[in-house]
């Protein structure tokens, strides 16, 4: 009777979401799901009967035998929950999370059963927001700071996930008041209890990880990356695999792993730290061959891949660190040249570079080079913080009288005349005693205009 009261307005014209929304939801329970489909997706287009309108073709689904659409229904239903709820940053990782759950499921029939009996009675109970709110927060307590990125359907997937967290909550809470041991139990307890629960066994990794165990977090962490590739989920499996990095840093089989599965999954970002990460862990180890090797290595992927010079960048540093270890100068210039060229403001890079070609007896290139930092410094009006580094450089090679005369240069224009003239005295001196006379009378003149009061010293050194 309600159905043929709604098709009599409908019929006469009127189309607001809300009795589509009654038609299709009447059409569901009838089992209608064929005419109920069309209805509900036209009340969806309001935001108001979105999500009801998924639980209702959920339902449908599963009343046609077609669990995994029911499945896929629900995935967008949770995927909606939280993009209005965490809002600001988060929506590009969930719709990509999501999407790759949509394909996963379909062949994952006991983690999609799962999921249909969670999610439908979390969403269907009248306390569905609170529990699932209790759900997002626990899920962020143990996942914060680390590579870990969950969803709600990640918690879902395996049964009895809400019961696990409410569980794991008193863990958390000891561990938070320092009770170690007490926590560590209550999840043991847990672990016993659900042996292939992943979420359990995250918690545990993190409550070694608190407690100082990092050995064996690093071992839980690592077992948990192999069993997420043996679930074919790479990207929980990348998480796991960074978090036991984030452990032991010179863990070289985990970096070869990681580095291994950055790649297949294409991911430029994760591959480029998986090999510097290596490099850093060979340099730690005084190998500098092996380091060098990966170094090599992330250079040749990165060409092939076609990336930006930013890309190269962190391969040419540890090139630069391993060279200067080497003390071999000449390939120190050839990897800052290179690195110049990917980011000419780099001054950092750029005094290195001076500095590389003063040890490689390149004095003109260096000088040269020095000139144009302090041209760059000049025009950004941070002249004295150049001259500092001007004045390292000194300490280093004090014998360069171009470097004395660009520092003599920069102090007349800050007017810091006593510096000047140090280093013209200084200079000065140099060129007498390599007896370059006229190049120490110019200095000597130089000196009797700024400082008249030393005048006939000055004299007396030139005769």
Known sequence: EALALYEQVLAAGLEHPALMFAVGAILAELKRCDEAAPRLQRAMASSTYYLAGLLLQARCEERYGTPERAAERYLEALEHIEQEQLRGGHEEWLHERYRFLRAWILRHPEQQAALR????????????????????????????????????????????????????????????????????????????????????????????????????????????????????????????????????????????????????????????????????????????????????????????????????????????????????????????????????????????????????????????????LLDHARAAGRLAEAVSNLEELITLFPEEPGLRQLAAQVYLELGQMESAIAHLERLGEHYLQQGRLNDARAVYQSLIQLNPDRAVHYRALIR
């Not at 809400?162 to 043991?188: D, K, N, P, V």
């Not at 800052?336 to 390149?362: F, N």
């Open 117 to 372: 009996k969670e999610a439908q009675q979390i969403l269907e109970s009248p306390t569905w927001l609170d529990r699932v709110t209790l759900i997002r927060r626990a899920l962020d307590q143990w996942t914060a700071e680390t590579p870990f990125r969950l969803t709600l359907a990640d918690a879902l997937m395996f049964p009895d996930g809400e019961r696990l967290l409410i569980e794991l909550g008193q863990a958390y809470t000891w561990a938070q008041h320092g009770l170690f041991y007490s926590a560590m139990e209550e999840a043991l307890r847990i672990v016993a209890e659900m042996p292939f629960a992943p979420l359990a066994h995250l918690a545990l990794g993190r409550l070694l990880a608190w407690g100082h165990r990092s050995q064996a977090a690093v071992g839980k962490f690592r077992a948990l990356g192999e069993y997420f590739l043996f679930m074919e989920d790479p990207y929980m499996a990348l998480a796991a695999f960074e978090q036991a990095i984030q452990l032991a840093p010179l863990d070289l089989p985990t970096l070869h792993r990681l580095l291994r599965l950055s790649q297949e999954l294409g991911d430029s970002l994760r591959t480029i730290q998986a090999f510097t990460g290596m490099a850093d862990a060979y340099l730690q180890m005084a190998n500098l061959e092996q380091a060098e090797r990966i170094c090599q290595e992330g250079l040749d992927w990165a060409s092939r891949r076609g990336l930006s010079g930013a890309a190269l960048r962190p391969f040419l540093l540890r090139m630069v660190e391993i060279a200067v270890q080497r003390l071999d100068w000449t390939r120190a210039v050839e990897h800052l040249e290179r690195l110049r060229m990917i980011d000419p403001k780099d001054l950092e890079i750029r005094w290195g570079l001076a500095e590389a070609y003063l040890r490689t007896h390149r004095m003109e290139p260096a000088l040269q080079e020095v000139r144009d």
